[in-house]
């Protein structure tokens, strides 16, 4: 069981403010890490609300969604087309 317990990621936690808000976040990723992500989320959010000030809290959190993840998919096809590139110049 000791074994076991020492391939366990340790998790930080961390409290975050996000749109108002108090979120805890638990992650094997470091506090820093932690930080950043709180603070793109809630800059991303901030961002959305002024352009659409009409917008609840829920639909500004799924419109903030929405968007992340639109730009995760563009970056994964953008790494997708830089490794078929890399593959080609390498024959």
Do not use: C, F, W
Not at 19 to 28: A, C, I, N, Q, R
Not at 49 to 63: C, D, E, I, Y
């Amino acid at each position: 069981m000791a074994e076991q317990e020492k391939n366990i990621p340790e998790k930080n936690k961390i409290e975050v403010k996000i749109y108002g808000s108090t979120y805890k976040l638990v992650g094997p990723e470091s506090i820093g890490h932690l930080r950043l992500v709180a603070s793109i989320v809630d800059d991303k959010m901030q961002e959305i609300k002024l352009h659409n000030p009409s917008l609840n809290t829920t639909q500004l959190a799924v419109l903030t969604a929405v968007n992340t993840v639109h730009e995760l998919l563009k970056l994964k096809e953008e790494v997708e087309r830089l490794e078929e590139e890399l593959k080609k110049l390498k024959g």
